[in-house]
């Protein structure tokens, strides 16, 4: 977004959405050992700021309502997830910390965009 003439989309002025972007780097950088969790925990986070940047752009409340509800939803089994996976012997509980961390971030904020 360099100013030239670009309008934002509106999933751009979303704090959530940023955040989520965050949580997939994180996800992705997170050894998660067993390959059906590491897949399920990154398509879910993507699928999380999918549906955020979705939620953004429609215009009725029900509509925005919907697609965040599945946004959270979707950060919910994401971290579900390496949760799973830690538990099972996988990534460290540091990593796991730390996507507590960054992952209530935007559970905190869709949780208000859906009220």
């Given at each position: 977004m360099d100013g030239n003439n670009f309008s934002p989309f509106p999933h751009h002025k979303l704090q959530a959405f940023e955040v989520a972007l965050e949580l997939i780097r994180l996800i992705n950088r997170t050894h998660i050992s067993e390959a059906e969790n590491r897949k399920h925990a990154r398509a879910s986070a993507r699928s999380c700021a999918r549906n955020l940047a979705e939620?953004?752009?429609r215009r009725s409340r029900a509509d925005k309502r919907r697609c965040y509800s599945i946004a959270h939803g979707e950060l919910t089994e994401s971290?579900?997830?390496v949760e799973i996976d830690n538990a099972e012997g996988g990534c460290s509980e540091q990593q796991l910390q730390a996507v507590y961390k960054l992952g209530s971030r935007p559970g905190a904020m869709v949780t208000?965009?859906?009220?």
């Open positions: 939620g953004a752009g971290v579900g997830c208000s965009l859906t009220r």
